[in-house]
């Protein structure tokens, strides 16, 4: 039967092998790389939308703590309090502009009582690595504008600590505001802040993410090629297979012999003709003829 190579063990390892790669593709991979397109347009759009907009009160933007998601990270919020200098945290082993840097979070009281993290800005290591000496926080109460962003997540869910290495300040890995929270016992809310330039406490400022689309959308699309190139090969190889001589027949048509093979087939029919001669001398061998193959 033509089908019968269908159901061989190397070949239903291929089909297996191939339409998992081909779902694999089209289910994991491609939504993915969508999904971090969908990503990137939206934060464009925020950022975007940001530069114009005029900063708007915390309880407008993200009422009632709300935690900030994709559609309020970047905007621009206003709001009144005093710095709690004492529950400071240093976020280490960043890299802002290609270089190395620490990040200065202090959380900041407002006058409704409330308390939010604020990313002050920018400290670059000192010549042994460590933090620097750097402008502390106002004291008193101050009027700052800076951006909602989202917390960050350590995938080892490390806590922040104080160390002989840290001279006694509290460090962290990540800006996350529930590190902090944990860490200093204050009860911050959800997500963190980055002030604005120019800003009462501020630091070198964080530079802005750019406005590029990046490379997603065509990763994604690629990911769909892939996995139809693979099914189309499939389909390929198993209607070549289908057909007289394929591969995986068990019954295989007979070469067809190479001058060579002809030639040293002919020598041995000349030798074996010699050695079987009469010795009449009558023999075509004899004569200096050799026997003609036909």
């Known amino acids: 039967m033509r089908f019968k190579f269908l159901f061989r063990p190397s070949w239903l390892a291929l089909t297996l092998v191939v339409f998992a790669f081909a779902a694999i593709c089209y289910t994991l991979l491609a939504p993915w790389q969508f999904s971090r397109d969908n990503e990137r347009e939206t934060q464009n759009a925020a950022l975007s939308a940001s530069f114009t907009a005029e900063p708007r009160s915390l309880e407008a933007v993200l009422p009632g703590g709300a935690v900030p998601t994709e559609a309020t990270q970047w905007d621009r919020v206003t709001f009144t309090g005093t710095y709690l200098g004492d529950a400071e945290v240093i976020a280490r082993l960043r890299t802002v502009l290609g270089e190395p840097a620490f990040e200065v979070l202090t959380p900041l009281r407002t006058t409704d009582g409330q308390i939010v993290l604020v990313d002050r800005g920018v400290v670059r290591p000192d010549d042994r690595t460590r933090v620097p000496a750097y402008a502390p926080p106002p004291a008193g109460e101050v009027t700052v504008v800076a951006r909602v962003r989202m917390d960050e997540t350590d995938p080892k869910a490390r806590d922040a600590f104080a160390d002989e290495s840290t001279d006694g300040r ?115 061998v004899s004569e200096g003829k050799r026997p003609l193959r036909t």
């Open 170 to 284: 509290l460090h962290s890995y990540t800006v996350d505001s529930r590190v902090v929270a944990r860490a200093t016992g204050l009860p911050i809310r959800p997500g963190y802040f980055q002030l604005d330039v120019e800003q009462p406490g501020g630091l070198e400022p964080l530079p802005l993410p750019k406005l590029e689309a990046g490379p997603f959308f065509s990763y994604a699309l690629q990911w769909i090629a892939f996995g139809t190139m693979a099914v189309l090969g499939w389909l390929y190889f198993t209607v070549r297979e289908l057909k007289p001589g394929g591969a995986l027949a068990s019954e295989r048509p007979e070469r067809r012999k190479s001058v060579a093979q002809m030639l040293a087939e002919d020598e041995e029919d000349y030798a074996r003709t010699a050695e079987t001669s009469p010795p009449d001398g009558r023999s075509e």
